[in-house]
């Protein structure tokens, strides 16, 4: 018995030994299959905010167009002068402002968000289309509540400030999906970290018939990827929301 139990000893603790080095193991290729998993996601994902994205724009630049219409139609100069009684040359002009500014929001499905037609979308650089382009893309997944697309739409920085859940409960506090939002404007605008930024202004639009306007910031972080970057004010917002 001297002899055999130190030998019972160590067959144990060679057990032991050989037990949790399967127990790791198994750990490992689970915590790889799970990577896998996620890439995979991640990829299916991305191909899903691609064919959202596109479908959007095409259906943001119909509805731009069908804006540009009307507004030209609403400028044209005489023909409701002459085909109107006099009482109706009065009403003209703010009938001219609602179709210019109320129409879009109105006229926007849910979930599109539109460039206000007094903006020339002509005249903007390649650089500029895309930091609007960015913005379109944000506004829309707010729109529709997907606050979990627009927490990966945001700055790096941002991103580790709010973590997803708190990003998330603080949107659903705000009911941030309640708005219309439309873009008005956007200019180049230096936030200091050495790539191009841009300021969006946008005009959002609530359901109790207020408005509200708003200088966003969208700003292409070094790798063509353009993000989100919170203002004072919004993160202010966010934060008092919780």
Same mark, same amino acid.
């Given at each position: ?79 409701? *002068? ?8 009065? $009403? =003209?002009?703010?009938? @001219?402002? +609602? /179709? ?64 997803? *859940? ?8 705000? $009911? =941030?999906?309640?708005? @219309?939002? +439309? /873009? ?59």
């Amino acid at each position: 018995m001297v002899v055999l139990f130190p030998a019972l000893l160590f067959g144990t603790g060679c057990n032991q030994s050989s037990e949790q080095r399967q127990a790791l193991k198994e750990q490992q290729q689970a915590l790889e299959e799970q990577q896998k998993k996620n890439k995979k996601l991640q990829k299916e994902l991305e191909a899903q905010k691609e064919r959202q994205k596109a479908a959007k724009q095409e259906e943001m630049e119909q509805q731009i167009a069908a804006l540009k219409k009307k507004v030209e139609k609403a400028g044209e100069p005489e023909e409701t *002068d002459q085909s109107e009684p006099e009482s109706s040359n009065d $009403d =003209s002009p703010s009938d @001219e402002a +609602v /179709v210019i500014e109320t129409a879009s929001p109105s006229e926007a499905p849910q979930g599109v968000v539109v460039v206000a037609p007094q903006f020339d979308v002509q005249a903007v650089t390649a650089e500029e289309a895309e930091a609007i382009d960015a913005a379109i893309t944000y506004y829309q997944a707010v729109e529709i509540g997907d606050y979990y697309t627009t927490h990966s739409l945001l700055s790096l920085d941002d991103q580790a400030l709010y973590p997803l *859940d708190v990003w998330v409960e603080s949107n659903t506090a705000l $009911d =941030s999906a309640a708005g @219309e939002f +439309v /873009v008005t404007d956007a200019y180049p605008y230096d936030l200091g970290t050495g790539y191009p930024a841009y300021a969006v202004e946008v005009t959002i639009y609530l359901p109790d018939g207020s408005t509200s306007y708003r200088t966003t910031y969208f700003t292409n972080e070094g790798n063509g990827y353009w993000a989100h970057w919170l203002s004072d004010e919004e993160m202010g917002m966010f934060s008092n929301a919780l």
